[in-house]
């Protein structure tokens, strides 16, 4: 159970923090997740994730430049990276592909032995790090039918690097008894030794970040180790299903740094898909039609050539604000 993990910035960071109001939620998130990864690390992407894509590029541009890409888009392990795309999001990884894999071997021969750190997006998460990615409700007759296990049934059994993400931090999330159980935390509490004797061999997840603050599972379970700037115990406790275990040592998450902010912007992301992860209803469906919007007219711009993807400098894209 290793509650030790980097709160700050990542050693090197020379560029001044920035100020209160200089960068948004989904920032902060992404900061922090580049702040988990070190040097020479492989990490795993899924579908649909730009805060966790946007978060890797970043830590590869800062402090983790040999940093190797596994992507569940064509199954393919990248070294290099591309700024991110809703519409051409296969170029980025099929076309610069160090190697392309087939799932057999992706599940047999990549996961269990190269073990690449992964970030999970649970829809229900408990106490003890379990969580489901499949029905909310009954399951035979669901009030919502999830994506789906996806491997992470597997996946949560064996690996030394289970992370999670929350980018809404809310009690229909954080809940007391999950609906179904699709991936392993640290069941009910019990030791490494009873964990071992039913067949798993992980030592259970290490990390979860959210829109309010960060935690670690440093006794087994769920624990508040850093609230982020301006948000106080009281809201995260209030947005949590369960009573959640407060560090003695309680820190406040550290800005990301002015540096961070502009390759979020300018490099990594300027059409600002890590905001959709963000949001919900018509502002997601808004913001969706805008991205969709810029990719056509980057299109254009560049003669509609579709293998080729236009430099970010040519990208005229609008933020989206909180």
């Not at 997006?121 to 994506?147: C, E, H, K, S, T």
């Not at 030794?193 to 979860?208: D, T, V």
């Not at 829109?211 to 115990?233: E, I, K, M, W, Y």
Request: glycine share 8%; hydrophobic share 35%; aromatic share 8%.
């Amino acid at each position: 159970m290793d509650s030790t993990f980097p709160v700050e910035a990542a050693p090197g960071r020379r560029s001044p923090l920035c100020s209160d109001g200089d960068y948004t939620t989904d920032e902060l998130i992404c900061a922090c997740i580049a702040r988990q990864i070190e040097d020479g690390e492989a990490v795993a992407q899924g579908i649909a994730t730009p805060l966790v894509a946007a978060g890797y590029i970043l830590a590869k541009l800062t402090h983790a430049p040999s940093i190797t890409f596994a992507s569940t888009i064509g199954n393919a392990l990248c070294d290099d990276w591309r700024s991110l795309s809703l519409s051409r999001i296969e170029e980025a990884w099929l076309g610069q592909a160090r190697r392309l894999l087939s799932f057999t071997e992706i599940s047999a021969e990549l996961l269990p032995t190269l073990q690449p750190k992964e970030f999970f997006r649970p829809a229900q998460i408990d106490a003890y790090g379990n969580f489901n990615n499949v029905v909310i409700g009954d399951y035979d007759q669901p009030r919502l039918r999830l994506p789906g296990c996806g491997g992470i049934a597997d996946v949560t059994n064996f690996s030394r690097r289970i992370y999670f993400y929350v980018p809404r931090h809310e009690q229909r999330v954080f809940v007391e008894k999950l609906d179904f159980r699709s991936g392993v935390g640290y069941l009910g509490g019990e030791s490494q030794e009873e964990r071992r004797e039913r067949g798993i061999s992980s030592p259970g997840p290490h990390y979860l970040v959210s829109n309010l603050g960060q935690f670690d599972f440093a006794h087994g379970r769920l624990r508040l180790v850093s609230c982020h700037p301006g948000v106080a115990t009281g809201e995260v406790q209030a947005k949590t299903g369960f009573p959640l275990e407060i560090a003695d040592d309680l820190k406040e998450t550290m800005p990301p740094t002015e540096e961070e902010v502009r390759l979020l912007r300018e490099e990594i992301d300027p059409l600002g898909l890590r905001k959709l992860e963000c949001l919900t209803g018509q502002a997601r469906r808004l913001a969706l039609r805008e991205i969709i919007e810029q990719e056509k007219q980057g299109t254009r711009d560049e003669n509609q050539v579709p293998t080729t993807i236009w430099p970010t400098d040519q990208i005229e894209a609008r933020r989206f604000h909180k």
